[in-house]
């Protein structure tokens, strides 16, 4: 049973350009949750979606930011013109159908953001 | 809204030694309350969760932590620290969907 996957693990960008991070969650889960950490921060919640439905974007930044989830195929973070202070680590996590708060939360390895 | 504070963003023991690292929350409802740890380069792995249904929870790795609705409190507790326990533990708190993390706590063990 594969946990969740993160891909790719790393990613170098330039300023300005666009990334993309996808992640698939566990089998038979539909929840997903993206988070950033920084550089000596713990994680910061960033949003949270359902298959098609954004349920919680109260952590993505008001610009540049976006994320998706589509009924068929992986979660998608999405970063336009990227900026130094967006390199991070971004985790992705997901969880059972159901969605009660004491559900725990499956985390990915994590993508790697390095802005040039 | 809900917070967790962790207490000592390094925390040091000999192999062998008591861990204990500290975690107070704020909630202003009964919270959900989690510990996970993150080895280097790695994602973070749930160590335990308490829901209520017990204030003592035991976890993996022989870990356990204790809810103290008192103290405001859920620290995390290791009888006798291993060499292979050295990584970077975060509390985190939950009312639904998001969780809240604390900034984290990096154990080191020494031989």
């Known amino acids: 049973n594969a946990g969740v996957m993160q891909n790719p693990r790393h990613l170098v960008r330039r300023r300005g350009q666009e990334a993309r991070l996808r992640c698939s969650p566990m089998?038979?889960?539909?929840?997903v949750y993206w988070y950033r950490q920084l550089p000596e921060e713990g994680l910061k919640f960033m949003v949270y979606?359902?298959?098609?439905?954004?349920?919680?974007e109260s952590g993505m930044p008001k610009e540049r930011f976006s994320a998706e989830f589509p009924k068929e195929g992986p979660s998608i973070l999405r970063i336009q013109q990227v900026v130094r202070g967006d390199s991070a680590a971004y985790f992705c996590?997901?969880?059972?159908?159901?969605?009660?708060?004491?559900?725990?939360?499956?985390f990915g390895p994590g993508t790697r953001l390095t802005v040039l | 809204a809900q917070s967790v504070t962790q207490l000592g963003s390094h925390v040091s023991v000999s192999e062998g030694a008591l861990v204990l690292l500290r975690c107070n929350y704020s909630s202003s409802v009964p919270p959900y309350l989690f510990w996970y740890v993150q080895y280097p380069n790695q994602g973070l792995q749930l160590l335990l969760k308490y829901t209520s249904a017990a204030t003592l929870v035991k976890g993996i790795n022989g870990f356990e932590a204790e809810f103290k609705k008192s103290e405001t409190s859920f620290h995390l507790t290791k009888p006798s620290a291993h060499m292979s326990d050295a990584a970077e533990y975060f509390c985190?708190?939950?009312?639904?969907?998001?969780?809240?993390f604390g900034k984290g706590t990096s154990l080191l063990v020494t031989p």
């Open positions: 985190a708190v939950s009312l639904g969907g998001a969780l809240n």
């Open positions: 089998k038979g889960h539909s929840h």
């Open positions: 979606l359902q298959k098609e439905n954004i349920i919680d």
């Open positions: 996590a997901s969880s059972p159908p159901g969605g009660s708060a004491n559900n725990e939360q499956f």
